[in-house]
């Protein structure tokens, strides 16, 4: 069983994972050299059997589980670093504290195509992907032990995506993490102060002043936010108020799936394929958070090395003014929009 | 003037230098490509117009400034995020705030010897980089405009070191970052509850329990701490309580030194060189945090990616044991105490 251990200074809980089983002498040198593309992908149609049975899968009538004829399919990850089981036991070593790491890690193969890179995928797959997203959430929010699922999306090695088969991931978890409890904090303070949601703000503000805008429809905007951590960090946001992934409407889904797929073909032909990160970020599935917070996707792509700086101090140095980076894909858009009216 | 800009969700700010004048599609794959080797490297004897001039060097004596004949040199740092100016300028737009970046950045050239990687470096050596350390960090102390100051090592290029030879390098800047609001924020909560200080305990607890330590001297010791983040991350803390770098004794400087070198050799020889990033962690220069502020050094390996969890979550997966990282880093110790004595 995975372990959660606490840091007993700052209280952040950190997952302890072996499940690879990796001696510490793995990681020296020759171990470090990137791995050959595997002759035997487990996420390719024909090859169910190398994953564990599937959670889900959308596939054409009269064709088996755990078998081809999908076109999206969720498996649970053989490497879990959380768990399902009943309760958590505590272990305690002197002011030491221990926790059976308890949750769900799923992978949500994106494509049967091993080679469609994201970016490349059609508006109907990614329709299904979102789909995917909101089934899964929904499965995993029905269960009171868990606090928070994060839904995220690693492109390309730099970014560490271990295999190449498209995929998106799923990690539902027991506790609420660093991040969304600074934005919480940030968000019923400001709701103290000055009333209403500070996303609903940002996301209003960003859009009046243009600058840094990437592209809107109806239901979302895409931005580079004002204060961005890296080079092409954007987010979509809903423009619709609404503090949960799970809140999404079956008439936004295609504004939400649009707004992926735009931004991914924008980055990808304006830089080249670069590596990425996106995650989801929603509310908490327990406490009352509605007011307050306001669901979004935040992309950042892989251009820099996080160093000594950014880990010792939390802070992060952005080389690209987002105003830059915002008119630099806002052209991308542009053009692929000339260029598929010119088609 | 690079600018600091405050996320209004959760108030944290980015430093925004576009000082290196990237433009946006230097950033596609081309660009990304490794960077060959500089025939001519700024840091090298004979040098040192490249820089801008030196505010501190140990050198020869009968040797000019900005001259050979040093065997430690400091300069500011030519691609700056902060810099120091009489008073910062607050820019809003709306509801966004914008502040001139105050601060310093400083290069410490850890070695004349271009090759001379730090873990080679001999002891006497590794003290003269301490004492820069001090002597900087002492200086910036004295500028009341500033309020923290960060030191740190960043070790091969995935680490991301940008120039081979072996440097230090030094943040002053205006505000107190991240990660040491959290850690000051447990310390007084901790002080508040218990008593005492928590890095003491901590670091008394690792030593009686053993199975994390590494490696110990009279003023130092050595562990991966119980709630490491990553494979091997490892902690060197003085065991005499000090809030601040700046509080280091003369006496003690010997066993500082000792401990980082025989840290970084157990690395290097037990994972064939890996790269990595360590920072000294400080007490924000301004306030009393004297009781409850422990100063220690951090050390992460750059051996795994931090991908979509992570930054989305700001939690980590650890997949080798603390125990393990530590059995495996104390055998190295041991291996190279045995050789020493041998010859």
């Keep these: 069983m995975p372990q959660l251990r606490q840091d007993l200074i700052t209280g952040r809980w950190v997952a302890v994972a072996t499940e690879r089983a990796r001696r510490p002498d793995s990681f020296s040198q020759a171990a470090r050299e990137p791995v050959p593309a595997r002759d035997v992908c487990p996420f390719c149609p024909g090859h169910e059997q190398m994953t564990p049975p ?11 589980p755990d078998g081809p004829g999908w076109w999206v399919r969720v498996v649970p990850n053989l490497y879990a670093a ?26 949500l193969i994106s494509s049967p195509d091993h080679r469609a890179a994201f970016p490349q995928l059609d508006r109907h797959q990614v329709e299904e992907i979102v789909q995917s997203y909101l089934d899964r959430f929904r499965a995993h929010q029905a269960n009171p032990a868990l606090e928070y699922v994060s ?12 295999l190449e088969h498209p995929h998106s991931q799923l990690y539902a978890i027991s506790l609420v993490p ?14 103290a102060k000055e009333g209403g949601c500070v996303f609903c703000r940002t996301f209003d503000d960003e859009r009046r002043a243009g600058a840094r805008m990437v592209f809107e429809n109806e239901g979302f905007t895409v931005f580079c936010p004002y204060a961005a951590r890296t080079p092409f960090e954007t987010w979509i946001a809903p423009r619709r108020h609404a503090a949960s992934l799970g809140d999404l409407l079956p008439a936004e889904k295609a504004d939400f799936a649009q707004a992926i797929q735009v ?9 080249n394929d670069p590596p990425f990160n996106y ?61 598929h009216s010119a088609v």
Tied chains: 1, 2.
Excluded at 151 to 162: D, E, M, V, W
Excluded at 263 to 271: D, E, K, S
């Design 54 to 64: 599937e959670v889900l899968s959308y596939r054409a009538p009269g064709t088996e």
């Design 82 to 107: 959380f768990r399902l089981q009943p309760e958590g036991q505590d272990v305690r070593e002197g002011r030491f504290l221990q926790r059976d790491s308890i949750g769900a890690c799923e992978v």
């Design 151 to 162: 839904i995220l999306y690693n492109h390309g090695r730099p970014a560490g995506a271990s």
């Design 178 to 191: 660093p991040s969304f409890v600074a934005e919480l904090e940030g968000a019923r303070g400001y709701a």
């Design 263 to 271: 931004t991914l073909r924008a980055l990808a032909q304006g830089l």
């Design 279 to 339: 995650f989801i970020h929603s509310a908490p599935l327990r406490g009352d958070h509605e007011a307050v917070y306001h669901w979004h996707l935040e992309l950042i792509p892989k251009l820099s090395t996080a160093a000594g700086f950014e880990l010792g101090t939390g802070m992060w140095i952005n080389v690209v003014k987002p105003e830059d980076s915002a008119a630099f894909l806002r052209e991308q858009v542009e053009a692929a929009v000339k260029e």
